[in-house]
């Protein structure tokens, strides 16, 4: 675990995502889903289907409340919404860019291209094995990459779709993270994005009692609530320890901090140049810091995803050189190894990049450490909440408090 001792977060690029000004928002038009995902934080509730002027409701919110790039249109599955190419149509109509959040069980390819014709802009899937998917359940994360690769395939044949991959991480697949940034940089042409997402839940065992308001309550009902004894505290840098076990230069270039800690890794984003045969190094800082401010200059937004056509400028971003130390090392490795194989020169280069997503954090004092600019931030009753705990509000009616035991 030495290596992750390394990670500075003054060194890094502290994304500039805020409340107001972020590059997504969270659109969930259902609670309906056609799986049981052990660690998901949204009750099932087969008949949640919002109507579509609720939903154009909400995205009207958000563009009062919230400046953002995309929408994360989520859930439930998405997919189970019977208005799913219309919800997609009226987001791109508001000039936002729709991104499809889905296991992606119920997506077929006429499915996809009536979306591509709507305006979809990207897909991210989720899909790890913890999910209780139908002929994949006794399969690892190694062997889901059959099933991954599936969707990869089928977005690069409708084409001019980003395709993101999430996967949650708990103790017993940490030791998976490697294989999984291997093979999809083996597909770094139709990968354009790997999320690990480290297990939370509200654990009764520890040393807290709950709140909501002043009345003490029980955390049982709540969907995320866990009553088994297992690890609920992986940090990001946990996850880069693994990563370097394979690829000791893998290095994130971007993060944003805790709301009770500065120096925590909520989202570490790492970037990474190369082709399907090799990595030649990872951005740094200031790349990335050039591409987000350049866009909100441009465009007047936080950048969300980009086009496939921009992710496969791997040779052209070298250029930022001039600016980032780490991709003049990348600029280097390239040119070293077209000089010992002229052929490398004619290979396509890519950008993909890798996410770390560290959920909720209790402090010793009870102190719940959130993603401070968090882009997971959905609507309830009209105000701006984080979509990972909205159970809460729909339990009590308020944000749930941890606060140390008495005697502990």
Known sequence: M?????????????????????A?????????????????????????????????TELETFKRLRNSDGISIA???????????????????????PIINTNGGLLTEELLRDLKRAGV??????????????????????ELNDLRLHYAEMLARVGGISCAFNSTVYDDTLKYIPELVEWAGK????????????????????????????????????????????????KAPDAVAEIRKRYPDFMPAAYLNGTEKADSFKWLLTGKIGTKKRTYGYVGAKFLEAMQTAHHL?????????????????????????????????????????????SEAFRSIHYQSIMIIQPVDFLPNGAQN????????????????????????????CW????PCSGR
């Not at 921009?310 to 990348?330: E, N």
Request: with cysteine.
């Open 370 to 397: 959130m993603c401070d600019g968090c882009p997971d931030i959905t609507l309830w009753n009209g105000e701006l909440v984080w979509s990972c705990r909205m159970e809460e509000l729909k339990q009590f009616g």
């Open 298 to 342: 441009f465009k007047g937004r936080y950048l969300a995803y980009a086009k496939p056509s921009l992710t496969s400028l791997g040779r052209s971003m070298m250029l930022f050189g001039f600016i980032d130390p780490p991709m003049r090392k990348v600029a280097k490795e390239y040119l070293k190894s077209i000089f010992f194989r002229p």
């Open 2 to 22: 030495q290596a992750a001792t390394t990670l500075d977060h003054r060194q890094l690029y502290r994304l500039p995502w805020t409340l107001p000004d972020n």
């Open 400 to 403: 749930v408090r941890t606060v």
């Open 75 to 97: 859930g439930g599955d998405p997919l189970m919404h019977p208005k799913i190419v219309d919800i997609v149509k009226i987001v791109a109509e508001l000039g936002m860019k």
């Open 187 to 234: 597909h770094i042409d139709i990968v354009h994005v790997m999320v690990f997402i480290l297990y939370r839940a509200a654990v009764p065992q520890l040393p807290f009692d709950w709140y909501a308001g002043g009345k003490k309550v029980d955390m049982d009902p709540l969907v995320y609530s866990e009553d088994r004894e297992r690890k609920v505290d992986l």
């Open 121 to 142: 802009y990207g897909f991210t899937f989720h899909i790890d094995s913890k999910q209780g998917r139908p002929k994949w359940k006794d399969s690892n994360e190694v």
């Open 24 to 56: 997504i928002s969270w659109l969930e038009p259902t609670s309906a889903c056609n799986l049981a995902c052990d660690g998901c934080y949204r009750e099932n509730i087969p008949s949640s289907h919002k109507s579509l002027d609720v939903v154009r």
